[in-house]
């Protein structure tokens, strides 16, 4: 027994619904319900009555449910006396390559009264920042995704005992110079980019999920977004696929944004350790981020 199976029966017990605790603690409902059925063949005990109308705690289970919450609210107050002072000097954070998000984690930094010991954001794939989290060496872990391969990721999530919060979910918006040829369409269609070059940054989601295009020729790999920016007006007839962008920052580098029906729906995921939970420090900087994502307002790429 762990304290992760307690919190998962609690929250069913609270909300009476193996749906809706899943979504509260932000897991499959197969795992939920696997890790429901671990916990009770491991008591010998039935703690729920299943039924169309909702999960029941049963008779047995009601000294369980009382043992139970006492156990995760003293392992609260523990973690309140111990690790505030532990964590509460660093705040390490891993996530893919985002103009919103490394601006939202700056702007956080910056309204703090006092920097942490250890204030640290680092740029990686999305395969390196589940290793990172799951091994506990960052506190918050930031993923992108094709929403086609939510189950995959979603059992990965599991698998490494991580908790996953949904960021914002966006179709891929086309950036190009200003001289494009095909800067004057707010909406391109796949087949009107045959022809002309891709210019992609290393390691990005958003590029390998858009598998229906074929330019001609092979895309470029740039090593980050102000190389891809600076290229895109000196290659002739280049574009790049990107995370909706505001106007100001288009004008900024000389560019022009445009849409695509075609694109494939991305998400961008929060992730963290399911069993430690989150420090005060980082739960500040996991809504930070969230504000960050609604504010994006994309009428034409949002969903």
């Known amino acids: 027994m ?19 605790a899943a979504e509260n603690l932000y897991i499959s409902q197969p795992n939920l319900s696997r890790t429901i059925k671990e916990l009770e063949q491991e008591l010998g005990v039935r703690l729920f009555h299943r039924s169309t109308q ?11 449910f009382r043992y139970a919450q006492n156990i995760l609210q003293q392992m609260d ?24 998000l490394n601006r939202a984690f700056a702007s956080f930094a910056n309204r703090l009264e006092q920097l942490p010991a250890e ?26 995704y094709p929403c086609r391969y939510e189950e995959h ?17 966006f179709h891929p918006h086309l950036l190009m110079a200003q001289e494009h040829p095909l800067a004057g369409e707010k909406v391109i269609q796949l087949g009107q980019l045959s022809g002309y070059r891709c210019l992609m940054m290393q390691e990005s989601a958003i590029h390998r999920g858009q598998e229906g295009q074929k330019p001609a020729g092979r895309p470029i790999q740039l090593a980050d ?4 920016y600076e290229a895109l007006k000196i290659i002739q007839g280049s574009y790049t696929w990107s995370f909706p962008v505001t106007e100001a920052e288009c004008r ?25 939970g989150l420090s005060s420090l980082a739960r500040t900087a996991l809504v930070a981020l969230q504000q960050a994502a609604s504010r994006q307002g994309f009428s034409t790429g949002m969903l």
């Open 225 to 228: 977004r102000t190389s891809v």
């Open 252 to 276: 900024r580098h000389g560019l022009v944004q445009c849409s695509c029906p075609q694109a494939e729906i991305h998400r961008d995921v929060a992730l963290w350790q399911a069993k430690h």
């Open 119 to 144: 204030l640290s954001y680092q740029q990686m794939e999305s395969g390196q920042v589940l290793e990172e989290i799951s091994k506990g060496y960052v506190q918050i872990g930031l993923v992108r």
């Open 77 to 100: 107050e523990l973690q309140e006396l111990y690790r505030p002072h532990e964590e509460s000097q660093r705040l390490l954070v891993a996530g893919v390559q985002s103009g919103y």
């Open 153 to 169: 990721f979603r059992e990965q999530f599991a698998k490494a005992g991580v908790a996953s919060r949904t960021l914002v979910r």
């Open 2 to 20: 762990n304290l992760h199976q307690i919190r998962c029966a609690l929250e069913v017990s609270r909300v009476g619904s193996i749906t809706r």
């Open 54 to 64: 909702g999960m029941r705690p049963t008779l047995q289970a009601a000294q369980f």
